[in-house]
Structure formats: structure tokens, C-alpha cells
Antibody
Framework: QVQLQQPGAELVKPGASVNLSCKAS????????MHWVKQRPGQGLEWIGE????????YYNERFKNMASLTVDKSSSTAYMQLSSLTSEDSAVYYC?????????WGQGTSVTVSS | DIVLTQSPASLAVSLGQRATISCRAS??????????IHWYQQQPGQSPKLLIK???NLESGVPARFSGSGSGTDFTLNIHPVEEEDTATYYC?????????FGGGTKLEIK
């Protein structure tokens, strides 16, 4: 079955970077765009951006353009999102989600805590 | 950016009754053929789950008590009859243009 596997948690110091992974299985990785969504504790959902795994083409929400960078490794069917210059405002759960007419499959999310 | 306004922010519905959630877009998110609005359910501690795509198309495996309707800027998610397991927060989402945005969410409690 279609699955997106994400690590459960990351602890990061303020000002540092983190590289989040999303390993896809159960489908042809290069056939579907991958999206990333942020959810702060007790808050709603915020779209970060998307990547075409075939050619690496990306589109970003302007709000995240300078701090998020999306990449893929086709050999391991894994999507990555690097977040840089992190502050406490970036403490959140970050989801990857596959796009097939809508966001039809979501990972379990990685909880990022920014703290010294 | 397109703003999606959901109402109500929360509601409590008796078991077996109908829950109706509204989503209003700040501009049209539809063509004559398709409405680019989708609905998700997020149960406590879980990731979101797709319920309805393109305003009214039920995702495979989703119970038929969920239905969606609407066009232009006004969309509705209905759940009837509600069951205990429907306790969750529901979000609308548009894929009309970048950036995609989500509604603020509606928290559903079953009485």
C-alpha cells in the first residue's frame, strides 16, 4: 500500500538547520508531485511547497521561500526538506503528502522542536 | 493569497444527526468544469486524511455519509448521520493557484 515514512521527531538549536526526510513506498515515486505542509501546535495547516520528483522542479509559498529547500533522491524514493535559520516559530509538525488530484496520502509527520 | 474562511470554528452534533461545515473562498476557485476545493479530516494526534476532492468527489474508502457540494466561492461539507469516530477537525483546502491555502479548521464534537 502507499506509504510515506517520516521520522518522528527532531530537536534543533536556534539558528541551525534541519533536513527532514520522507520515504515513499507502494507506488512509482516519480509519478506524483510531493508536497510539504506545516502545522504549529494547536494550529491549522500551512502549505510550504511542492516538488516534481522526476525533474526536481519546485514551487514555494513565498513565506517559506528563503528558509525551505525541497529536494529528492530518486534512487531511494525519498523526498527531503531542508529548513534553515530556525527559530522558535518554526517548532511544528511537518508533513509530506503525495499529490494525486488532491493530497491523497500523508506521512505521519515529523515534530520539530527548536530549543537551546 | 486566497483566504478560505471556515464556519463554524467548532460545533457539537448529536449522534446520528447532520453536521454541516461551510468554506468560503475570497475569490472564485472554480471553472465551469471543476471546483478546486478539497476536504480533509484530522483526528486527534493523526495526520490529515483526504475525504472529498474537487468539491464533491468522495475519496475511495471514505464512507458515503460524507458529502461535499458548492461552486464558485461557497462550499459545504456534510456528514450525515454522524458517528462517534467522526470526532475530528475538518479543513478545506484549495489548489487553484500558488500558494495553496487551507481553511482555519472546524472542530466537530459528537454529543
Amino acid at each position: 500500500q502507499v506509504q510515506l515514512q517520516q521520522p518522528g521527531a527532531e530537536l534543533v538549536k536556534p539558528g541551525a538547520s534541519v533536513n527532514l526526510s520522507c520515504k515513499a513506498s507502494g507506488y512509482t515515486f516519480t509519478s506524483y508531485w510531493m508536497h510539504w505542509v506545516k502545522q504549529r501546535p494547536g494550529q491549522g495547516l500551512e502549505w510550504i511547497g511542492e516538488i516534481n520528483p522526476t525533474n526536481g522542479r519546485t514551487y514555494y509559498n513565498e513565506r517559506f521561500k528563503n528558509m525551505a529547500s525541497l529536494t529528492v533522491d530518486k534512487s531511494s524514493s525519498t523526498a527531503y526538506m531542508q529548513l534553515s535559520s530556525l527559530t522558535s516559530e518554526d517548532s511544528a509538525v511537518y508533513y509530506c503528502a503525495r499529490y494525486y488530484y488532491a493530497l491523497d496520502c500523508w506521512g505521519q509527520g515529523t515534530s520539530v522542536t527548536v530549543s537551546s | 493569497d486566497i483566504v478560505l474562511t471556515q464556519s463554524p470554528a467548532s460545533l457539537a452534533v448529536s449522534l446520528g444527526q447532520r453536521a454541516t461545515i461551510s468554506c468560503r473562498a475570497s475569490q472564485s476557485v472554480a471553472t465551469s468544469d471543476s471546483s478546486y476545493i478539497h476536504w480533509y479530516q484530522q483526528q486527534p494526534g493523526q495526520s490529515p486524511k483526504l475525504l472529498i476532492k474537487y468539491a464533491s468527489n468522495l475519496e475511495s474508502g471514505v464512507p458515503a455519509r460524507f458529502s461535499g457540494s458548492g461552486s464558485g466561492t461557497d462550499f459545504t461539507l456534510n456528514i450525515h448521520p454522524v458517528e462517534e469516530e467522526d470526532t475530528a477537525t475538518y479543513y478545506c483546502h484549495h489548489s487553484w493557484e500558488i500558494p495553496w491555502t487551507f481553511g482555519g479548521g472546524t472542530k466537530l464534537e459528537i454529543k
